[in-house]
């Protein structure tokens, strides 16, 4: 091998893409273009793709002739070993300056099309810059920690991790671990700027596995905390979750388990696979000896449980991060189907969620719906729940415009036959008072839920129909005029002497003395200046009188009601009369109109 000839100040693309050619033609010989070639890979002015493209074909056969091999000298070489030794260590080092370069084109790259080419290139050598059916998980997390700590890495960089890579279980393994490190590493570290290493001698987990440390070379970053958060939640929020198959039906990039060399990492049918394999070789005329030179290799990717677990401490290391209010509504609203279904342990969630809580309003309902999975499906306790719930209900959650997803899950949590009678009898209350000071939009949703609410609990019935203590003629019409006079008035029923027993300042449904109370709020309503609100009092009334021939409303009929809905209902509504004012001549209103409006109503004011 000659001189490294020197860079050429003046090079053309159309030379660089013939340099690429040659090298890929004659690797040996013109093995001098491969610096020249690297030199331009960040280049700006150059066509970059046939360069990434030349110099993957060319370290791939690298891989294959295993010259990329670490050797180490040894005395008593020969020249010709000699200059093998020297020949691999000048390969390391042009790989490991290809690798920069193209890791670099991915963080910084000016278009898509060059970073899509940088990783299709670096993908292509973690599965051979080892061994062959061993994946280079240090090289792969550079790969993610330059998509995840970047905040110009194109949208379809992303979409080929998820769509093309994914799918292989070796790929889908690490790359959750390396979500998993990086996000403990921005929660115990939030001021870091460069995430690819730790200090010395910080315990920031155990993440090694079989193929060795991942890298901790440093990566630079342009992400802030809050672009670190959505690149990962954009990860994980499209990531498949994780299955249950075997190490026959797997996939992997780096090739192990189509060959069938590799077995899941505890897994104790391990003996008996090699078993199974050694005789189908002996049945294929393959020597038992020579098959049995190559033991199977414990892989934890290829482990079902272990692959769970990592999508587990990903989403857990995720939550741990100070999230933008955006993604932290997202992550709530994924939680019940995404996330709680595919954890190991989702109890871990519990702490989360409760904190959650503390946010109210829309945020507040979605993690009360999480912690209600918790509660009914994982045997989490939690006796404070409906309190929780109960004072979420304030009066601002009518007008904000996540109310749909709000009381769609609130009808979800009311309908549970784990309401006691006098909790309902609350949220009822609750409910009826609201409406009194909610639009007419609000209004129908809270008249909505007192009618499922008492149709739910018989027992709360007796709110819209109590009779007086001692019956009507216990009612004083006289008025007091002593204090004994009051007195005895109070211990007849304050209810019927204009006073209610109901604690509308309670936190707890329990003490609010709801079911002694009334719903002398839908009488209220019955006056409303919106038809649709009197109306809908009416018909609880009568739905509450014949049970068996009604049934529960549905809370989404009324949930898209607005302003601009009722005043389209209206103005598109036919009617059948049109009031006006009419008057015979001689009943003309003159002394009215005689002044006012005598040019419009020509004759009207003679």
Same mark, same amino acid.
């Given at each position: ?406 009381? =769609?899950?609130? %009808?979800? $949590?009311? @309908? &549970?036959?784990?309401? !006691? /009678?006098? *909790?309902? +009898? ?70 019927? =002497?204009?006073? %209610?027993? $109901?604690? @509308? &300042?309670?936190?707890? !449904? /329990?003490? *609010?003395? +709801? ?92």
């Amino acid at each position: 091998m000659g001189p490294i000839p020197k860079k050429r100040k003046v090079v053309s693309s159309t030379e660089l893409a013939q340099l690429g050619e040659e090298l890929i033609e004659k690797p040996r010989e013109k093995a001098n273009s491969v610096p020249i070639l690297i030199s331009f890979l960040n280049s700006k002015d150059h066509q970059v793709l046939p360069i990434i493209q030349s110099l993957k074909v060319y370290f791939v056969e690298c891989f294959e002739r295993e010259e990329l091999q670490a050797v180490a000298p040894t005395p008593g070489q020969s020249a010709q070993q000699s200059a093998h030794v020297v020949y691999s260590a000048w390969l390391h080092r042009q790989f490991s300056s290809c690798v920069a370069a193209l890791l670099n084109n991915i963080s910084f790259g000016t278009d898509a099309r060059t970073q899509v080419s940088s990783l299709s290139a670096l993908m292509e050598f973690t599965r051979g810059s080892k061994q062959a059916g061993v994946f280079d998980n240090q090289l792969f997390f550079k790969i993610a920690s330059c998509i995840l700590l970047n905040n110009k890495v194109a949208s379809e960089v992303v979409g080929a991790i998820l769509e093309k890579y994914t799918e292989h279980a070796d790929v889908y393994y690490y790359l959750l671990r390396a979500i998993s490190k990086l996000c403990s590493r921005r929660a115990a570290y939030p001021g870091l700027k460069s995430k690819g290493s730790a200090a010395a001698g910080d315990d920031i987990g155990d993440v090694s596995d079989e193929e060795g440390e991942e890298g901790n070379e440093d990566i630079s970053t342009t992400a802030t905390a809050d672009d670190f958060a959505r690149n990962v939640y954009d990860i994980l929020s499209r990531i498949s979750p994780p299955s249950d198959e075997s190490t026959e039906e797997l996939q992997s990039w780096c090739g192990a388990a189509e060959v069938g060399t590799v077995a899941a990492a505890g897994d104790a049918s391990g003996p008996r696979q090699r078993k199974k394999q050694r005789k189908e070789a002996e049945s294929n005329g393959i020597s038992a000896i020579t098959n049995s030179t190559k033991p199977l290799m414990n892989a934890k990717w290829a482990s079902a449980k272990l692959r769970r677990k990592a999508y587990s401490e990903a989403w857990m290391a995720f939550l741990c991060l100070s999230l933008p209010n955006d993604i932290y509504r997202k992550s709530l609203s994924r939680l019940h189907d995404l996330v709680i279904p595919n954890l190991t342990t989702p109890l871990l969630l519990s702490d989360f969620l409760t904190h959650s809580l503390d946010r109210g309003g829309l945020d507040g309902m979605l993690a009360l719906n999480g912690i209600f999975i918790l509660v009914t499906q994982h045997g989490l306790e939690y006796p404070r729940f409906y309190e929780r719930l109960y004072g979420l209900f304030t009066a601002d959650i009518f007008l904000s415009r996540h109310r749909l997803r709000f009381f =769609q899950l609130a %009808d979800i $949590f009311l @309908a &549970s036959p784990m309401v !006691p /009678a006098y *909790t309902a +009898a609350a949220f009822a209350k609750r409910f009826g008072r609201q409406a009194l000071f909610a639009p007419p939009a609000g209004a129908l949703i809270a008249i909505v839920f007192i009618h499922n609410l008492l149709r739910r609990h018989p027992a709360c019935v007796q709110l819209v129909h109590r009779a007086p203590p001692g019956g009507l003629a216990a009612v004083s019409t006289k008025i007091p005029k002593t204090v004994e006079e009051i007195a005895k008035i109070k211990e007849k029923g304050p209810v019927w =002497q204009g006073e %209610d027993v $109901f604690n @509308a &300042s309670e936190a707890d !449904p /329990a003490k *609010t003395r +709801a079911l002694e109370s009334s719903l002398w709020e839908l009488t209220a309503l019955k006056n409303h200046a919106d038809p649709s609100v009197s109306s809908y009092c009416s018909i609880l009334e009568k739905d509450l009188s014949d049970r068996k021939r009604t049934a529960e409303i549905d809370v989404g009929d009324v949930l898209i009601a607005s302003y601009t809905s009722m005043f389209t209902r209206e103005v598109e509504r036919r009617l059948k009369s049109v009031p006006a004012a009419f008057y015979a001549v001689e009943e003309m209103p003159k002394k009215v109109m005689d002044g006012l409006f005598s040019d419009d109503f020509q004759g009207w004011c003679d």
